[in-house]
């Protein structure tokens, strides 16, 4: 089986549109984690599990993981409700490319320009600053364009990480850390007045933990035998 991780907080036009897209693809068991969306989150016959509130991005994803190991999913496709990334993209590179993680990169894009400015800086300023500490050489670690394989889903801790924004860069970060595979593939960037942004406080405060996660040790000492919490 393979599962689709669709978190969501309000922007329901713009899911039915992803619906629509992904309808195409029925080997896809479609899961959306409304988090705390007010009105709830609409769609027929697809799984929806509901935050009665907003819990934080992190949080739906520790909810889309967990759901996603129980119904034995081989392959787990995080996609962004709003839209922001193009699934036929995401979905032909898991058919192509064999890693514990895809990453979809909008860096390596042609159309990466039309990105904007400010997110491109602060994206290549951030991804950078993890390659030189940890030796590496990715394009774009902060990408909400996510492929998962369950054998690797099953080792990582992610109860123990944030439940909010941060919760990207500490999964990856603790992943690099672990010598897992991981591989990009290109993306274009898909930016309009229907795509969600990050205002500039919570923005601010991804950045701070970002560079927290890079050069803290804190993820090297998390367990992943640990239990989950519930």
């Given at each position: 089986m393979h599962v689709a991780i669709i978190p969501c907080y309000g922007y329901q036009n713009s899911l039915d549109s992803l619906l629509a897209v992904l309808q195409e693809y029925p080997q896809l068991h479609l899961l959306i984690i409304d988090d705390g969306s007010q009105p709830n989150i609409r769609a027929n016959g697809v799984e929806i599990i509901r935050h009665p509130i907003n819990k934080g991005y992190g949080a739906a994803q520790k909810t889309g993981y967990r759901r996603a190991l129980e119904l034995k999913a081989q392959t787990v496709f995080l996609i962004h409700g709003d839209g922001q990334y193009s699934a036929p993209h995401m979905i032909k590179a898991s058919q192509t490319i064999d890693a514990d993680i895809l990453l979809?990169?909008?860096?390596?894009?042609?159309?990466?320009?039309?990105?904007?400015?400010?997110?491109?800086?602060?994206?290549?300023?951030?991804?950078?600053?993890?390659?030189r500490h940890f030796r590496v050489h990715y394009t774009d670690l902060h990408t909400g364009a996510r492929i998962f394989q369950r054998s690797f889903l099953q080792t990582v801790p992610f109860e123990q990480f944030s439940d909010d924004f941060v919760f990207d860069q500490q999964l990856l970060v603790w992943a690099i850390q672990k010598g897992a595979s991981i591989q990009e593939f290109p993306i274009p960037p898909l930016y309009s007045e229907t795509i969600s942004s990050i205002d500039p406080i919570p923005?601010?405060?991804?950045g701070l933990g970002c560079l927290w996660t890079i050069y803290s040790s804190s993820l090297r000492s998390i367990d992943p035998n640990t239990p989950r919490s519930r």
């Amino acid at each position: 089986m393979h599962v689709a991780i669709i978190p969501c907080y309000g922007y329901q036009n713009s899911l039915d549109s992803l619906l629509a897209v992904l309808q195409e693809y029925p080997q896809l068991h479609l899961l959306i984690i409304d988090d705390g969306s007010q009105p709830n989150i609409r769609a027929n016959g697809v799984e929806i599990i509901r935050h009665p509130i907003n819990k934080g991005y992190g949080a739906a994803q520790k909810t889309g993981y967990r759901r996603a190991l129980e119904l034995k999913a081989q392959t787990v496709f995080l996609i962004h409700g709003d839209g922001q990334y193009s699934a036929p993209h995401m979905i032909k590179a898991s058919q192509t490319i064999d890693a514990d993680i895809l990453l979809g990169s909008r860096m390596i894009h042609p159309k990466r320009k039309d990105m904007p400015y400010w997110r491109r800086a602060g994206n290549r300023f951030l991804t950078q600053l993890a390659n030189r500490h940890f030796r590496v050489h990715y394009t774009d670690l902060h990408t909400g364009a996510r492929i998962f394989q369950r054998s690797f889903l099953q080792t990582v801790p992610f109860e123990q990480f944030s439940d909010d924004f941060v919760f990207d860069q500490q999964l990856l970060v603790w992943a690099i850390q672990k010598g897992a595979s991981i591989q990009e593939f290109p993306i274009p960037p898909l930016y309009s007045e229907t795509i969600s942004s990050i205002d500039p406080i919570p923005s601010i405060r991804y950045g701070l933990g970002c560079l927290w996660t890079i050069y803290s040790s804190s993820l090297r000492s998390i367990d992943p035998n640990t239990p989950r919490s519930r």
